[in-house]
């Protein structure tokens, strides 16, 4: 794998231009040198966005917390009418049959949830649970830095970083009369 998630708070502030800009090298009009600068900065601004973010909202009266990352994306969503609680994992790969799909929680609160009662979608692409209650899941969302959901020999992290004030939200709207 080698790869390394870079946290939103890695990324954050600014970045002074004029150091990353090689000065006038006093040779010819300088044209060449000023053409550079506006594509310096696009590329910085564009390295120095944050990463896909956590979201809270409410969509047609559910209240839901959704998370995409290049080739997976998890919706969670309260429905009072039941089942209360569902999560979504969505992959470009097809989830495998497995008899038990787990959820791992690794950073300051590190927690794994097994279950057996997951099912998937035709095309074998989506994952869901359902539930009547979500409370270590969400906890595990708010207090770690990364989620990794496992299906059989299957698996995808999901970065945290972010995610705490929009699981507040998530359960605020919980409490609240949605519709």
Request: one cysteine or more; aromatic letters at 4%; charged letters at 20%.
């Amino acid at each position: 794998m080698g790869e390394r998630v870079v946290r939103n708070d890695e990324v954050r502030g600014s970045i002074p231009l004029g150091s990353t800009i090689p000065p006038a090298t006093g040779r010819g009009s300088g044209a060449e040198d000023t053409a550079l600068k506006p594509a310096a900065a696009i590329c910085l601004a564009l390295a120095a966005a944050p990463a896909a973010a956590w979201e809270a909202r409410v969509e047609d009266g559910l209240c839901t917390l959704r998370h995409a990352e290049p080739g997976a994306a998890v919706l969670l969503v309260f429905d009072p009418a039941g089942p209360p609680w569902s999560i979504r994992l969505t992959r470009d790969a097809p989830w495998p049959e497995s008899p038990t799909f787990s959820i791992r929680f690794d950073g300051a609160h590190p927690n794994t949830i097994v279950t057996d009662r997951h099912e998937l979608t035709e095309d074998g692409r989506a994952l869901t649970v359902t539930d009547r209650g979500f409370g270590n899941v969400l906890a595990g969302i708010a207090g770690n830095e990364t989620a990794t959901a496992v299906a059989g020999d299957a698996s995808v992290a999901l970065p945290l970083s972010g995610a705490a004030p929009e699981v507040a939200a998530f359960l605020a709207c919980t409490t609240e009369p949605t519709a």
